[in-house]
């Protein structure tokens, strides 16, 4: 008689679930990030329009004019 491993239910499965939690976790906090720096940015052009300025859009110059 040959003795069988017993089968570690939390092997793989386990480990592909943590992954799949980090990824995601990660992901949220890319994203997070992203958000925070467009409305650092948004708030910062309504801090200036609100000052009463008039030139605070940023000027694209790579846009080819007609």
């Known amino acids: 008689m040959t003795e069988q491993q017993p089968e570690n239910p939390r092997g793989p499965n386990r480990r592909r679930a943590a992954l799949a939690g980090l990824i995601f976790i990660l992901l949220l906090v890319l994203g997070g990030l992203l958000l925070a720096r467009e409305l650092r940015g948004v708030s910062q052009l309504q801090d200036c329009v609100m000052s ?4 605070c859009a940023p000027f694209d110059s ?3 004019r007609n």
């Open 52 to 55: 009463g300025r008039t030139n």
């Open 62 to 64: 790579t846009t080819p």
